[in-house]
């Protein structure tokens, strides 16, 4: 076979692969309209509801604010002497921005051992583990946006401790998470009946 076949063949599959990666969102500050967009994600959402109890805008809003919704979201670049690439910031990564420390307690503790962090479904699964943990260890409600994403940025022991007082950045922006989840929580209140009816439906058809 001569090469060009072989490598129009290559190229069409570096193309093929590169379209099955999963874009973000068009409209991410509706919320349904990113479930209409990706109707599996309702599905992960629902699922994930049901099994944690946590609302569906919570971890929503969280996610938008970590990654955007991009499913390889990655922190900024370390720098050595301000100009050479010394690594990132933090192992932070994916849809939810999980550290790996946290992700590896997240598997282990659900024995969800195959989880990716750039899967939509396993990351709103492990925003759900961590906001029911975040209830059980600091007593900060599921419905509490504000906390929780203290809890999500500081972690269990640094909520506790109380060391986002020191960050007023840090406070700021989750008053805006906050803001976000209750935006999402009244458009998801207008469309998750249509949602719920076209799920039921993908089950027959």
């Known amino acids: ?6 490598l129009a063949l290559s190229s069409a599959m570096v193309l093929g692969l590169a379209g099955c990666a ?3 969102p068009e409209q991410p500050d509706d919320l349904c309209e990113i479930f209409y967009e990706k109707p599996d994600w309702y599905d992960a959402a ?16 969280i996610m938008y604010q970590e990654s955007s919704f991009k499913h390889d979201a990655v922190p900024p670049r370390d720098y050595l002497l301000w100009i050479i690439p010394w690594g990132r910031v933090s192992s932070a990564y994916g849809y939810s921005q999980a550290k790996t420390p946290t992700w590896d ?3 282990r503790e659900t024995g969800n051992s195959w989880a990716s962090r750039d899967s939509f479904e396993d990351a709103i699964d492990f925003m759900g583990w961590f906001i029911d943990k975040s209830h059980r260890l600091n007593g900060v409600s599921k419905w509490d946006a504000y906390g929780l994403y203290l809890n999500y940025h500081e972690g269990w022991t640094g909520y506790k401790r109380q060391t986002y007082r020191s960050k007023p950045w840090l406070m700021r922006t989750a008053e805006r998470v906050k803001q976000r989840a209750g ?11 249509d949602l719920q009816k076209n799920w039921f439906i993908d089950l027959f058809f």
């Open 1 to 6: 076979m001569s090469k060009w076949p072989l």
């Open 22 to 24: 999963t874009a973000p």
């Open 183 to 193: 935006n999402y929580g009244a458009q998801l209140r207008r469309c998750e009946e």
């Open 46 to 61: 629902a699922d994930m509801q049901e099994r944690w109890g946590v609302p569906i805008q919570i971890p929503m809003a």
């Open 105 to 107: 307690d997240y598997e």
